[in-house]
């Protein structure tokens, strides 16, 4: 099956300073890239789409200039969230998936996600 | 608005018994109907149900989609400790997926 990946597993960084999240398809090429944000005890929010070579495609309510996302080519997307506050903590999932045939539903494919912990 | 709502929000029962999970949707655009596993990390795959009726297998675990009634539920039978975790049913549109708040299953031994 495919295998989406992210780095790093667990941040922990100060208020105020800003991280970086990768996430990569390692054996397909991802037309489109999708992040979420869960969290504790509720379920996955999706915050933004990103197609490749164009820019993200933001949800309501998500601050584009504080969750840059970044999807520079096919096995690579990055989310940099900026200026970090504490209400930022959050577990951050990537998925990714490949433009496929006809009209059907394209699967995502998740990666392992990565633990946000703005002290 | 998209809305996915899957109940029970929480479900605890013994090692061996039987359960259901219930997912409902309103969802514009739809294709599919998804069940996820979410342990500590990101969500595993279960099923994909794209047609009414037809169940789809997996060992303990089977799944049926209703798109008259925009429902689907998921069986799980004897139930082990290995199948506590979340459970979360999303809609799935051409790209996107909405996903429910899920059930917090938990099997006591």
């Known amino acids: 099956g495919a295998v989406v990946s992210q780095h790093p597993s667990r941040v922990i960084c100060k208020s105020g300073t800003s991280v970086k999240i990768e996430c990569r398809s390692l054996d397909f090429q991802a037309t489109t890239m999708f992040w979420y944000r869960q969290f504790p005890k509720q379920s996955l929010m999706l915050m933004a789409t990103s197609n490749e070579g164009s820019k993200a495609t933001y949800e309501q309510g998500v601050e584009k200039d504080k969750f840059l996302i970044n999807h520079a080519s096919l096995t690579l997307s990055t989310l940099t969230v900026t200026s970090a506050h504490p209400e930022d903590s959050s577990f951050y999932i990537c998925?990714?998936?490949?433009?496929?045939?006809?009209?059907?539903?394209?699967?995502?494919?998740f990666g392992p996600g990565t633990r946000l912990t703005v002290l | 608005e998209d809305k996915v709502v899957q109940s029970p929000l929480s479900l605890v029962v013994h090692e061996g018994d039987t359960v259901t999970l219930n997912c409902s949707y309103e969802v514009t655009n739809f294709r599919s109907l998804l069940w996820y596993k979410q342990e500590k990390k990101a969500p595993t795959f279960l099923f994909m149900l794209?047609?009414?009726?037809i169940e789809k297998k997996s060992g303990r675990l089977s799944s049926i989609l209703d798109k008259k009634e925009l429902f689907s539920i998921l069986n799980i039978t004897a139930t082990q400790t290995g199948d506590s975790a979340i459970y979360l049913c999303a809609g799935a549109q051409a790209q996107k997926l909405v996903f429910g708040q899920g059930t917090r299953l938990t099997i006591n031994p």
């Open positions: 794209t047609s009414s009726g």
């Open positions: 998925s990714a998936s490949a433009r496929g045939g006809g009209i059907g539903y394209n699967e995502q494919f």
